[in-house]
C-alpha cells in the first residue's frame, strides 16, 4: 500500500494511481481522493499543483475512427489467409528475416485493390442498390443531411424518424383512397436508417425495401438500418409483429426464406454472405405500460408463472422444460432490473443458466427438488 | 480498500483477457489476433505516427507487424505484455523502414537518432480547463524546453500508461535512468508552471 503523505508534487505526478484519476475522473478515484484530500487537509495546495501539471499534459486523439481500425484488421485477415495458402512452397525463416517492407506494401496494394474492385463491380450490378430501385419510378423524396433525426409524417398516418444521412422515398399516390380500394401495398424505400411508427392498415400491407432484404409489417413500429457502405443490414422490432424477407426471392420461395421478427429481436442481414441471423437486443425493453412491471414481485411463485410474466413484458419467448422445472418456486423483485439481469437472478436461485438461441432465451437445468 | 481492489480486478480481468486471446492465437485462432489488433491499433497508431508524418508508413508497419506475430504465434504465450510488445515491435519496424529510405536516399544517418514529433494539445486545455491564451502560451514554450527523449518519456508515461520498466526498454536506458530522467522532466515543468502560473 502506497503512503501518499509522503508524496511530493512530483511523486503525485508520475503516479499511476493519481494519474488516472485526472485523465479519466472516475467514480471510485474521485470518492477515493475527497476522502483522503479530507483526511489531510495540509495537502490540499501539493495534490492542486500536481494536478495542473498532470492536467497540462495532454495528447491530441488519433484522427483515426473505429471505421479505419477495421478496415485495417480486414487487410491484415486478408493477408494473412492468402498467405497461408501459399505457405507451403515459402520456408518460413525466409518470410521471417527476408521480409522486405516494399514487398508488404506491394502485397497489400494488390489486396486492396482486389477488395476495391469487389465493391465496384459489386455496387455497379447490384439491382437492389436504393439508387436503382428509386429510378425511372415517380416518387417523393425526403433527404436528410443533417446529424440529427428527422421525424415526417406519411400520409397514411405513419411516423417515420429518419436518420442522419438518409434518404427515404414513395410513391406520390402513397395512401390515396385510391390505392386502398386496390388493396395494394404501402411501400417506402429506404437508405440509411429510420425508426418507423406504421398505421395500422390490415388491407395494405406496409412494406420497407432496403437494399436487399424487404420488411413487411400491418401495423407496428421498428427500426430499419441500411447504409449502402454498410456489410449488413438491421431490422429491429420495437412493437408488434414484423416479416423480412430477400428481395432476390421469387414468389414461390419467398415464404421459404420469411423471417418473423417479433419485440426485442434484430435482424442482421449479412450482404456478402447473404445470411440472416436473429438476435436479441442488448438491452431489451419493455413493451407493456409500466405499471405492469411494477408487479413483478413474488413470493414463493412457481417458476413459469414467472416466466410467463416476464416473456408478456418483454415480448420475448421463453423456452424451458416445465415438467422439470414444475417445482421451482421463486421468492424476488424482479421489478427494476434490466432484461438479462432479472434472467441471472433467477438462474442462480434455482441453479440454472440461460443461452440465447435464435433470437429466444433458452433455459437450461437439471431441475428442483 | 475497495478503491483498489476493484483496480485490481479490472487489471486482473485486463491481462487475462489477453493471456486468453495469446492462448488462442497460439492455437491459429485469426479473431484472436483480429481482437488483438483492435485493442491496440489506436495506441500503436498513435505512437507509430510520432516517428514519421507518413501516416500510410506507419499504417504498414503496423500490417507488418501483426503479420510477423501472426508468423510467431507459435511463441505468444511468452509474450508478457501485449502493449508494450506491440509498442517496441512497431517502433523497431518504422525506425528501420526510415532508416532505408534515407540510406536509399543517399544521406547517410546514425539509426539511433530520431526524432520524436512533440504533439502536446494546448488546444484542449483552452477550452477544457478556460486556460487563458497566455497560459497557454506559457506552456507551449515550456514543453518546447524539454528534449526529444523527454518527450517521448512523458508520451509513454501519460499517454500509453507505461510502467517504468518497459519504457526502459523502450527507450534502451536503465530504470533508473528513466526515472532520473522523469524526475528531472517533472522538475522542469513544476518550476517554469509554477513560476509563471501561480504568481500570477
Known amino acids: ?369 | 480498500m475497495n478503491i483498489n481492489l476493484s483496480k485490481l480486478l479490472k487489471l486482473n480481468n485486463d491481462t487475462q483477457l489477453e493471456a486468453l486471446w495469446l492462448q488462442r492465437l497460439q492455437q491459429n485462432d485469426e479473431q484472436a489476433l483480429a481482437a488483438i489488433m483492435r485493442k491496440y491499433y489506436t495506441a500503436l497508431y498513435n505512437y507509430g505516427t510520432r516517428f514519421t508524418n507518413d501516416d500510410a508508413l506507419a499504417k504498414d508497419c503496423i500490417q507488418e507487424v501483426f503479420i510477423s506475430l501472426w508468423q510467431r504465434r507459435e511463441s505468444a504465450a511468452e509474450i508478457l505484455s501485449p502493449r508494450y510488445y506491440l509498442l517496441r515491435a512497431v517502433k523497431n519496424k518504422v525506425l528501420k523502414s526510415l532508416h532505408k529510405q534515407t540510406i536509399r536516399a543517399g544521406t547517410i544517418d546514425d539509426e539511433s537518432a530520431y526524432d520524436f514529433l512533440q504533439e502536446f494539445s494546448v488546444e484542449k486545455l483552452i477550452i477544457d480547463k478556460q486556460m487563458s491564451e497566455e497560459q497557454a502560451a506559457i506552456l507551449r514554450k515550456t514543453m518546447a524546453q524539454l528534449t526529444k527523449r523527454q518527450h517521448e518519456l512523458i508520451y509513454l508515461k501519460f499517454y500509453q500508461h507505461l510502467d517504468h520498466a518497459q519504457i526502459a526498454g523502450l527507450m534502451n536506458l536503465s530504470r533508473q535512468s528513466v526515472y532520473n530522467l522523469l524526475h528531472e522532466t517533472i522538475q522542469k515543468l513544476r518550476s517554469l508552471w509554477q513560476a509563471e502560473l501561480f504568481n500570477q
Not at chain 1, 48 to 57: L, Y
Open chain 1, 1 to 369: 500500500m502506497k503512503d501518499f503523505r509522503l508524496y511530493d508534487i512530483s511523486d503525485f505526478v508520475i503516479d499511476e494511481d493519481f494519474i488516472r484519476w485526472v485523465h479519466e475522473q472516475r467514480e471510485e478515484d474521485n470518492l477515493f481522493w475527497n476522502t483522503w484530500l479530507q483526511q489531510h487537509p495540509d495537502k490540499h495546495l501539493v495534490v492542486a499543483s500536481a494536478r495542473r501539471i498532470v492536467e497540462s499534459i495532454q495528447f491530441p486523439q488519433s484522427n483515426i475512427n473505429e471505421a479505419q481500425v477495421e478496415q485495417e484488421v480486414s487487410r491484415l485477415m486478408n493477408t494473412i489467409t492468402s498467405q497461408q495458402i501459399k505457405r507451403e512452397p515459402v520456408k518460413e525463416t525466409v518470410m521471417v528475416t527476408g521480409f522486405k517492407w516494399w514487398y508488404a506494401a506491394a502485397a497489400i496494394l494488390l489486396c486492396v485493390s482486389g477488395t476495391w474492385y469487389f465493391y465496384i463491380r459489386d455496387t455497379r450490378v447490384q439491382p437492389y442498390a436504393y439508387s436503382s430501385m428509386v429510378a425511372a419510378k415517380q416518387l417523393i423524396e425526403h433527404t436528410n443531411t443533417s446529424q440529427k433525426p428527422l421525424v415526417l409524417k406519411l400520409p397514411d398516418g405513419s411516423r417515420i424518424t429518419l436518420g442522419a444521412q438518409s434518404r427515404i422515398s414513395y410513391a406520390h399516390t402513397f395512401g390515396s383512397a385510391d390505392t386502398a380500394r386496390n388493396g395494394v401495398t404501402r411501400d417506402v424505400y429506404l437508405l440509411g436508417e429510420a425508426f418507423f411508427e406504421v398505421t395500422k392498415d390490415p388491407q395494405r400491407p406496409f412494406r420497407v425495401f432496403a437494399n436487399e432484404i424487404v420488411t413487411k409489417v400491418l401495423g407496428t413500429s421498428f427500426t430499419v438500418r441500411s447504409f449502402e457502405k454498410d456489410t449488413t443490414i438491421q431490422v429491429t422490432v420495437r412493437t408488434g409483429k414484423v416479416s423480412v424477407y430477400p428481395q432476390a426471392a421469387t414468389l414461390a420461395s419467398s415464404k421459404m426464406s420469411e423471417i418473423i421478427l417479433t419485440p426485442n429481436q434484430q435482424l442482421v442481414y449479412e450482404r456478402t454472405g447473404q445470411k440472416f441471423q436473429k438476435v436479441l437486443l442488448n438491452n431489451p425493453i419493455i413493451i407493456v405500460p409500466p405499471a405492469v412491471e411494477r408487479s413483478l414481485v413474488y413470493d414463493d411463485a412457481p417458476l413459469d408463472k414467472v416466466f410467463g410474466d416476464l416473456s408478456k413484458v418483454y415480448g420475448i419467448n421463453i423456452v424451458f422444460d416445465s415438467d422439470l422445472l414444475k417445482k421451482c418456486t421463486v421468492t424476488a423483485d424482479l421489478s427494476n432490473e434490466p432484461f438479462y439481469q432479472k434472467l441471472s437472478l433467477i438462474c442462480s436461485a434455482i441453479d440454472a443458466h440461460y443461452e440465447l438461441i435464435d433470437g429466444q432465451v433458452v433455459i437450461e437445468s437439471t431441475g428442483c427438488k
